[in-house]
């Protein structure tokens, strides 16, 4: 069994910045891949960006040039740094994990965090 933590989410100004994380623990786990998604009122849950555990990244088109996905091998921790929050970026962002775990694949999500800009 694997859990997720994330922490960073409030209220931020618009052109405002904020840092996501999601740290992941548990027993004798591999990360496969790494992510946020996000999910405003009334909307799907869409990806914003993903990191795998070789460090290719992946970013929603929403996202690039304001958002940068990193990591932490060793603390098995993800970080979303959010630069230039615009009020279309409020919503609940949510951490997966694709974890591989005696040579099986189990996807992870944590609890959410919201994320609200607003002035």
């Known amino acids: 069994q694997v859990q997720l933590v994330e922490s960073g989410g409030g209220l931020v100004q618009p052109g405002g910045s904020l840092r996501l994380s999601c740290a992941a623990s548990?027993?004798?786990?591999?990360?496969?891949?790494m992510g946020w998604y996000r999910q405003a009122p009334g909307k799907q849950r869409d990806m914003v960006a993903s990191?795998?555990?070789?460090?290719?990244?992946n970013y929603a088109d929403s996202g690039k040039g304001r958002f940068t996905i990193s990591r932490d091998a060793a603390k098995n921790t993800v970080y979303l740094q959010m630069n230039s929050l615009e009020p279309e970026d409020t919503a609940v962002y949510y951490c997966?994990?694709?974890?591989?775990?005696?040579?099986?694949?189990?996807?992870?999500w944590g609890q959410g965090t919201q994320v609200t800009v607003s002035s």
């Open positions: 997966k994990a694709v974890i591989t775990s005696i040579g099986q694949n189990y996807i992870y």
């Open positions: 548990g027993n004798r786990f591999s990360i496969y891949s």
């Open positions: 990191i795998t555990g070789g460090g290719s990244t």
